[in-house]
């Protein structure tokens, strides 16, 4: 098992729609998660980051967090052109270090 | 959040060959990391450099190829050794923030012919 899975995509969806990206980890002691979204030929740039269950909102983003079930989400609400990208999920895993684990990314393709 | 920058921000090199890549942070900060991200893939972490102690290597990768050095509390280098085509990538380095987050700087795209 992957320690932090994301569906690769791409993920289609209609302008002005709600796109919902999801992301797995493995270690269950994990406590600090983040959403990043890169363009094609950029660098990450961070939009979200979460570190207790439930919901934290900042604008259109919405991050959903369930430790129980080991599960974060990035919702965005009305998807625009603009926010075609690859979005990335990273886990501070638990070992006591810094570093931050990456899923692979899920494409988010949005139609005008 | 810090400003990060990178040189180069591009290169095409020689098989066999050697460029070194530096990061320079508009703040002091005691981590930095170096990643690479192959074409369509996701970021692999190459090492953690600490000022004042040597740098920590993640699995499959090794000092003799990707020597870093960490003079001080705002400036990293990352020298990729004796090159071959499958070292073609995007170069990252990151700083940690506050909240064990990550920002990165704009990356040096490497092509090796």
């Known amino acids: 098992q992957k320690e932090v899975e994301q569906n690769s995509g791409p993920l289609s969806v209609p302008e002005g729609a709600i796109a919902s990206l999801n992301c797995t980890y493995s270690?269950?002691?994990?406590?600090?998660f983040f959403w990043y979204r890169q363009y094609s030929g950029k660098s990450p740039e961070l939009i979200m980051s979460i570190y207790s269950n439930g919901d934290k909102e900042d604008g259109r983003f919405t991050a959903q967090l369930n430790k129980a079930s080991q599960y974060v989400s990035l919702l965005i609400r009305d998807s625009q052109p603009s926010d075609s990208a690859t979005y990335l999920c990273?886990?501070?895993?638990?070992?006591?270090?810094?570093?931050?684990?990456f899923g692979t990314g899920t494409r988010l393709l949005v139609s005008p | 959040s810090a400003v990060i920058s990178q040189k180069p921000s591009r290169d095409i090199c020689q098989r066999g060959t050697s460029l070194t890549i530096q990061c320079q942070v508009d703040?002091?900060?005691?981590?930095m990391f170096w990643y690479r991200q192959q074409p369509g893939q996701s970021l692999t972490l190459i090492a953690t450099a600490n000022q004042g102690s040597e740098a920590t290597y993640e699995s499959g990768f090794v000092i003799d190829k990707f020597p870093i050095s960490r003079p001080n509390l705002t400036f990293s280098t990352l020298t990729v050794s004796n090159m071959s085509p499958e070292d073609s990538s995007i170069y990252l380095c990151s700083v940690v923030g506050d909240a064990y987050e990550q920002y990165f700087g704009p990356g040096t795209r490497l092509t090796v012919t």
């Open positions: 270690d269950r002691g994990s406590q600090s």
């Open positions: 990273a886990v501070k895993m638990n070992t006591g270090f810094q570093k931050l684990v």
């Open positions: 703040s002091q900060v005691t981590m």
